[in-house]
């Protein structure tokens, strides 16, 4: 009997160390290797000769670096063929910044599509964003903060809308006071615009504040996926939003509003990402 105990407390030893080693490669492998996710936007005010375009989006990449120079990452933006990047913030990270890595992804990204970027919260908390945002626009990234520009194609325009992190103006949220300023800050970029209007915006908790605002689509990053992706639940936790959160990953709509809430790439307080690989989202407009 005591050897009968002996030898399934072994076997179950044994599973249990197998199970996790699995666990552990499957973990480490999940966090170095990078992924496309489609994401097919329809509209009947998408100008027809804006149908087919395509936007790559980057966020959160957080100074990691896929490859030498970050080659791996740029090898996978370039065969994608976008018409633009988008880059959501987050590019670089205040607990171990080197605005160098950043620069050099940004150099070449430009080589590969206009690439157009809009600052994350850890952007407001570091004290080389200057340097960072003066090397960006350098190498030829527009730089938008709370700008409003017009694309161009075949005769007819879409407006791309960039807001500035709120932690650059307003620290914490106690009384509602960043929904408030966002608001505003939207009326002024789009005016009187009329037109399809696509929104670069790093927090994707401000979702009813962009529907609000009457955009059409909406860029965003910052959850990180919920760090933790759990099998029919989602992500566990993600900044300004905490446990389950609501907007962690993937396309949400409400109304005429598309929101695009892209996992990232890099990680920062938590080191490892669990069922979430990082991703780049390549989004295709389509005219109705």
């Not at 964003?129 to 005769?155: F, H, M, N, Q, W």
């Amino acid at each position: 009997m005591r050897k009968w105990l002996i030898k399934k407390t072994r076997i179950m030893l044994c599973v249990i160390g197998t199970i996790f080693l699995i666990l552990l490669i499957w973990t480490a492998w999940g966090n170095t290797e990078l992924m496309t996710n489609a994401v097919a936007i329809s509209s009947s005010r998408i100008p027809a000769a804006f149908s087919g375009f395509q936007i790559a989006q980057v966020s959160d990449l957080h100074n990691a670096e896929f490859g030498e120079n970050n080659a791996e990452l740029l090898k996978l933006l370039s065969e994608s063929r976008p018409d633009i990047i988008v880059i959501t913030g987050d590019l670089i990270d205040v607990n171990h910044t080197d605005v160098w890595i950043a620069l050099c992804f940004a150099q070449e990204s430009v080589k590969i599509a206009p690439t157009y970027y809009v600052t994350g919260n850890h952007e407001a908390a570091c004290s080389q964003y200057d340097d960072l945002k003066d090397g960006l626009e350098e190498a030829g990234v527009i730089v938008l903060e709370d700008e409003a520009i017009s694309l161009e194609r075949g005769g007819e325009t879409i407006a791309l809308l960039g807001l500035a992190d709120p932690d650059f103006k307003v620290k914490g949220d106690m009384f509602g006071e960043v929904p408030a300023m966002v608001s505003t800050k939207l009326k002024n970029l789009i005016g009187d615009e009329s037109g399809y209007t696509i929104l670069l915006s790093h927090r994707p908790e401000l979702f009813e504040t962009y529907v609000d605002g009457g955009i059409d689509l909406v860029f965003s990053g910052h959850a990180h996926g919920g760090q933790f992706r759990l099998p029919f639940i989602g992500g566990l936790v993600a900044p300004n939003q905490g446990l389950f959160p609501k907007y962690d990953a993937g396309l949400y709509t409400d109304g005429g509003t598309s929101m695009v809430v892209s996992r990232g790439i890099g990680n920062s307080i938590i080191p490892f990402r669990f069922n979430n690989r990082p991703e780049i989202v390549l989004v295709e407009l389509n005219a109705r």
